[in-house]
């Protein structure tokens, strides 16, 4: 079991920035990925961005250039800098933690990220 512990989020007006953080504990294991999906009413839930174990990161074309995904391996942690935020980047932002042979698969409990236009 892995568990998902979500911090950060709630509410900015457009153009401002905010920040969540992930941490993972229980059985962690490499290589694995630990990523951001979002998730707005009515929509499917999206890949914000992700960051391997091994070192790469990659991130959703919509966020590009304004958000930075990090990840300290030793903690099993990892942070979304969010910048210029835009409405339409309101969601929940859910965390996820994959072991990269597909066996484990676990999301954290989500948190509401509300940009007001």
């Known amino acids: 079991q892995v568990q998902l512990v979500e911090s950060g989020g709630g509410l900015v007006q457009a153009g401002g920035s905010l920040s969540v953080s992930c941490a993972a504990s229980g059985n962690i294991f490499r290589p694995n990925v630990m990523a951001w999906y979002r998730q707005a009413p009515g929509k499917d839930r999206d890949l914000v961005a992700a960051a391997f174990s091994t070192g790469p990161r990659t991130y959703g074309d919509s966020v590009k250039g304004r958000f930075t995904i990090t990840r300290d391996n030793a903690e099993n942690t990892v942070y979304l800098q969010m910048n210029n935020l835009k409405y339409e980047d309101t969601a929940v932002y859910y965390c996820?933690?994959?072991?990269?042979?597909?066996?484990?698969?676990?999301w954290g409990q989500g948190t509401q990220v509300t940009v007001s236009s």
């Open positions: 996820n933690y994959r072991h990269l042979s597909g066996r484990d698969d676990y």
